[in-house]
């Protein structure tokens, strides 16, 4: 597993930057969110990073984080932090993706103490992440307890993950076989890598990350829910301070999931992002291995609100279903101009609105499915008895009248004369016998089973 310079076809040497915000030409903030948007914004994604709960430098976009928060700018994406609690709604409505790194700090290095997660600044996440928004979280369990001297429950991160079913272990994860290089076998530093990569939008083209020298925890999931994409390897054990997972337990890494219209991930450090260089070996952490890459996807499977992705799916499901009512010689005009709206507003991204337009179509459609089955039927009935020269002439006639309530969008009143089409067809008569008699008969006589 060493070699990393041999197994990388370029080399990304990350260059330093300190980004001064608030301090740099007056730049003005309203209650300390601060934006660093780049000139090349093409995506229109905005993305908040929390530094109001007491995190440690490496976990800010102007330190630690820095290369990661210049890659996405490069991508177009507009990168905030916000500095002043608490954490509302009112703040998080606008972005599309909040980070929560874990705190570190306590009362050794504060005399205010560690600033926890607020029972109200959860609901307001879990209210954001319900209405689409993504919600990254990260931090290693075994620091928080380290250095707050508080209990792993009380982690942000554990505070807002139990709401989704994954919790941050106060443990560090150890390989004994794939380790960074430079690490000893007693050191948590491993190799994270294929197939304990799962295929999964967030690790396309990922094939092995590292935290480098960082020691990353492991995960507990308690929702089934929840898919774990990354995990240790067969060997892979979590200890430290108490033994979470045993070799052959592949112990969870990053988990994703998702709640109501928005999207979860959750990783057991930060330490595959940092614009450190841990080995001296020229590379920084974020550009070690398949490191990069893992981050950005994951902000990108993050940014896109599953408010996008149902309303996409109903679209294409309505228009399957109108196609198939158009076999069956079905006007769907009015279906279609429906799904019209739906789609106007899925192109100009009001997701939300577009669902709502397309559940519309899709009721139509759904009546107009269930209707046709009424008239085909009627008209079955009224074939039979044509066939043995009975006179459906009010039949044919009601049945008209089902059929231009259909195409008119009158699924009800379509519906009730279809069934008195059939009616009329059943009782139908040859001469003087009517055709439900003629069935009766035949029942009678031959043991056919006849409705």
Not at 300 to 309: I, M, N
């Amino acid at each position: 597993m060493d070699g990393n310079k041999n197994r990388k076809e370029t080399k990304e040497k990350a260059l330093s930057e300190t980004l001064l915000i608030c301090l740099v030409l007056g730049a003005v903030s309203v209650g300390c969110v601060i934006g660093i948007v780049s000139a090349e914004d093409t995506t229109n994604k905005k993305f908040l990073f929390d530094e109001s709960h007491h995190q440690s430098w490496y976990n800010y976009i102007d330190a630690g984080l820095a290369d990661f928060a210049k890659e996405l700018r490069n991508k177009g994406y507009q990168v905030d932090r916000v500095t002043d609690g608490p954490i509302t709604y009112d703040k998080l409505k606008d972005y599309d993706i909040f980070v929560l790194p874990n705190g570190l700090v306590g009362k050794h290095s504060f005399d205010e103490g560690v600033k926890l997660l607020t029972d109200d600044e959860i609901k307001a996440l879990k209210k954001f992440v319900a209405d689409g928004g993504g919600l990254f979280l990260f931090g290693s369990g075994w620091s928080w307890v380290d250095y707050t001297h508080l209990s792993i429950e009380k982690a942000q991160v554990n505070r807002i993950g139990k709401e989704f079913g994954i919790k941050l272990n106060d443990d560090i994860v150890y390989d004994p076989t794939n380790r960074y290089p430079g690490c000893r076998e007693g050191e948590g530093c491993p190799i994270f890598h294929r197939p304990f990569i799962k295929e999964h939008p967030i690790t396309k083209d990922v094939y092995e990350i590292t935290n480098c020298k960082g020691f990353p925890s492991s995960l507990t999931i308690s929702d089934p829910s929840v898919d774990v994409v990354i995990s240790g390897d067969e060997d892979s054990y979590t200890g430290y301070r108490g033994e979470y997972y045993k070799k052959g337990e592949n112990p969870p890494f990053i988990a994703v999931t998702e709640y109501v219209k928005g999207k979860v991930v959750f990783a057991g450090s930060v330490g595959f992002l940092l614009s450190i260089d841990e080995n001296n070996d020229g590379i920084k952490n974020l550009y070690e291995y398949d490191n990069k890459k893992l981050g950005l996807n994951i902000i990108d499977w993050l940014s896109v609100s599953l408010a996008k992705e149902i309303a996409s799916k109903l679209i294409n499901s309505v228009s399957t279903k109108i196609d198939a009512l158009k076999r069956k010689n079905v006007d769907t005009s009015l279906i279609e101009q429906a799904l019209s709206k739906a789609e106007d507003s899925y192109e100009l991204e009001k997701y939300d609105e577009a669902y709502e337009l397309a559940q519309n179509a899709q009721k139509m459609a759904d009546d107009a499915y269930e209707t046709a089955g009424y008239i085909e039927s009627a008209q079955s009935e009224i074939d039979e008895a044509k066939s043995i020269g009975a006179d459906v002439t009010d039949a044919e006639s009601k049945l008209k009248d089902a059929t231009d309530a259909l195409n008119k969008g009158n699924y009800e009143y379509a519906r009730s004369w279809a069934d008195d089409a059939l009616e009329l067809a059943k009782h139908a008569s040859v001469g003087s016998v009517k055709i439900i008699d003629l069935k009766a008969l035949a029942t009678k006589y031959d043991q056919r089973t006849v409705v």
